[in-house]
């Protein structure tokens, strides 16, 4: 079942290209959408739920098309904008009953809808105070009860953690989660920060200047590649073993790095030959011993010989998993769409 489906979808404002040819498939569950500041992310948002018409190509939201069925969209789908937009002088209470209104529920039911999202976000105890007060995290709050209030069956979730410190960035993404095994919404949320997604979204899109870099389940970014973490003894032969078996593998022509602990991480190939624009239906062909599963087979042997020609003792060897911040910091090394934005693809903390 597909939730979000773009076809070829552009953007143009004069002299931005915001969106280039987005083709992607977004299923159920929580799904995030990651670029640096000026990727696109918000463009999409808007053009999804109706708010914006595309230049190119067309959306669907829940199987209805964006730019004919926007309305019946917006009744479906919770939307929690990036930017301030609470008035100050307005209780949580009242500002998430006018928007429960809005969605067309009548007052009773807007009441209870509203005591029960603000509960579900944390914010029970405080919602007769006025806004202005609020701290940022309680403001974000908010803004996600405001989205949630109507029992949508899907929310779009532009940027919740932003201004958050660490503490309140868990507790807002551990919410985001909720939204979803909880009640069984489906949950777009964009960041600019890929570490945080890793642990909160099913699936990840990340976009770059408008272009689809890559969409693919979580576990398959990390699966992929890593890197061979090998500790080895020293030998009278090789006072440091360590720095002797970094060299040889450096001469074999291996990157390898050293950290802490005499521990050398090898970096090993990727085990695809190029970034899977959207997941594919058809399974991986057989690894083959030429093919680039061969090449992290090939770089597990030649580390054990050569720890064996070196004479020294091996302590361990075992693969490790990249985390996504550490794929896209060598995805954007060699940026697969270099044009005229500035920044990095994505801050990858
Ligand atoms: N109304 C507009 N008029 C002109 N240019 C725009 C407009 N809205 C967005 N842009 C430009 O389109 C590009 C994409 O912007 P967008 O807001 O979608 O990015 P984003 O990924 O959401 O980043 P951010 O998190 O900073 O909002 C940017 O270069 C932005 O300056």
Redesign the pocket.
């Given at each position: 079942m597909t939730v979000i489906e773009t076809h070829s979808l552009s953007?143009r404002?004069?002299g931005?290209t915001?969106?280039d040819r987005l083709t992607v498939d977004i299923g159920p569950g929580v799904t995030g959408l990651v670029?640096?500041?000026?990727?696109?992310?918000?463009?999409?948002i808007?053009i999804l739920l109706g708010l914006a018409p595309a230049s190119e190509g067309s959306t669907r939201v829940l199987g209805r098309d964006s730019a004919s069925d926007g309305s019946a969209i917006r009744e479906r789908v919770g939307y929690m904008p990036?930017h301030d937009c609470l008035p100050p002088d307005v209780s949580a209470t009242e500002f998430v009953v006018h928007m429960a209104r809005m969605s067309g529920l009548p007052r009773t039911a807007a009441r209870e809808r509203t005591a029960d999202t603000l509960r579900h976000v944390g914010l029970y105890e405080e919602r007769y105070r006025p806004m202005g007060g609020y701290s940022t995290g309680m403001k974000q709050r908010v803004k996600l009860a405001q989205a949630l209030v109507h029992d949508p069956e899907l929310v779009l979730l532009?940027?919740p953690t932003n201004g958050l410190d660490p503490a309140g960035r868990d507790e807002m993404l551990g919410l985001i989660r909720r939204v979803h095994t909880d009640f069984g919404i489906s949950v777009l949320v964009?960041s600019?920060l890929l570490g945080e997604l890793e642990r909160t979204c099913d699936h990840i899109v990340v976009?770059d200047g408008?272009k689809l870099l890559r969409s693919q389940a979580t576990t398959g970014f990390t699966a992929d590649i890593g890197s061979l973490a090998v500790e080895v003894t020293d030998s009278d032969a090789h006072p440091n073993g360590t720095a002797a078996l970094r060299e040889a593998l450096t001469a074999a022509g291996l990157t390898v790095a050293e950290e802490p602990g005499r521990l050398l991480l090898v970096e090993l190939p990727e085990p695809t030959a190029s970034p899977a624009p959207t997941d594919r239906p058809d399974p991986r062909p057989e690894p083959s011993a030429t093919g680039p599963a061969g090449g992290i087979r090939d770089a597990h042997d030649l580390v054990r010989d050569t720890v064996a020609d070196l004479g020294l003792g091996l302590v361990r060897m075992e693969q490790r998993r990249h985390r996504i911040a550490e794929v896209f910091q060598q995805r954007s090394a060699t940026p697969a769409a270099p044009d005229e934005?500035k920044g990095a693809p994505a801050d990858a903390r």
């Open positions: 953007k404002y004069p931005v915001a969106l670029g640096a500041n000026g990727a696109g992310k918000s463009t999409l808007k990036e532009d940027e964009t600019h976009i408008g934005r």
